[in-house]
């Protein structure tokens, strides 16, 4: 409302009187230019006739109930008559938790609590609340000695039955509950179940009265004219309460377990299947990587190098300090550029490799014999690791391309991780494999065990 607007437009009004003798009363306060909102005044409908207001309270409208003005005890309260709907449990889901919880955050404040800790008159009336909403919220008031708030919760949460859905330093918030029953259907379906009771008795005695009407001369018979009755029904059913209850311990125990363990065996299999699809996965792009890389088609006029020469040259490579290290990429067209900027000066080339396998030693320094064009001179063990030496041969030419049957820095890395990855793939189904069969004979040996009934 533009109260500026408003002035100049209607100044005077019907009868002669200005607009701010209207507004204004006659003891000069102002009055009513603030109206409620609808949902404060739905929150206040709400409230009444729950207690006394909290008057001091220091957060948006509207005032909720103290609850330290409440009774602390109620005569004759009893936690509340509660049923659960066909087919579904009264167990609140992990989904709906977290939505009861969203849907309480914007409510208004329903209650505050402060030093009271008999809370019965508390319990009632959040009992009456759930009637027309299905959370209570009730805050803490600041400065009063509330280190108690989670005896005072669980107090609640027994007295009212409800699902508490959250508690900290400032709020205790409770849910009704999917089993809550109104009072008003509480008592037509405890007159409901007096009613069909009563029905029942007067059943009984009329059909005892009838019975008593026949003569039979067998006592046999005689006793046994309970059939059908209403007490019969009651003595079956007590007995089979009492085969249930009869059932061992240990065999329940089993039961659970062999349950358990059915459970696990089925994960396990999911999760094995899993694995091995990625293992296929992996094992395509590396087969797909492999091939791209190949060797070189081998010179056959291969230089021929004497004992002498070949002991002579690796002196030589053991001793030079410059060397080429051959990292987790393995060999790749970088290396092969590498190995000729160092022949460019000098005739010897020495390789270093963290490979400890003796057949992935010997792969190696062929293959970079085969794409070098050079010599393998030999192959030492060294502190820091395995020292490949290559002489460049004296007929040595640089080539003019590089080598492109090899894959690239990048496209090696790649290969090097998925070499890595199906290790680690093969290592944890191999786990999960040997998981499946001891769960399988633990479930076997479970189902071998025969508990004697009683």
Known sequence: MNYKNTRTVARVSSDGNSLDQMIHGQDGQWEGLHKASLFEREADRLL????PRF????????LPVDADLLPETVPGFKTPFRRCPPFTSSKLTDVELTYLRKLARPLPTHFVLGRNRKLQGLAAAILKLWEKCHIAKIALKCGSPNTDNKQMAFELKSLTGGVLLLRNKFLIILYRGKDFVPSEVAKVVAEREIELTRCQLEEEAERLKASETFSIADEHLLNSGTAGTLSEFHSIHSESTNLKKGKTEVQVRLEAEQARLEKELKDQGRKLFILKKKIDKSAKILEKLNNAARFSEQDLDVEIISEEERECLREMGLRTDSSLVLGRRGVYDGVIEGMHQHWKHREIVKVITMQ????????????????????????????EGHAIIVYRGKNYKRPKLAAKNLLNKREAL??????????????????REQAIRDLKCKLKTKRKIVVPTI
């Not at 008057?55 to 509207?62: A, E, G, L, S, T």
């Not at 790649?414 to 786990?431: D, M, N, P, V």
């Open 48 to 51: 009444d006739g729950l207690g």
């Open 55 to 62: 008057v001091d309270w220091w957060m948006q409208k509207p």
């Open 356 to 383: 400890k396998t003796f057949s992935q030693l010997v792969r190696t320094a062929k293959w970079l014999e085969t794409e070098s064009g050079g010599i393998l001179v030999s192959i030492v063990k060294l502190k």
């Open 414 to 431: 790649s290969r090097s991780l998925e070499i890595q990855r199906l290790g680690s793939l093969k290592f944890f189904a191999s786990q």
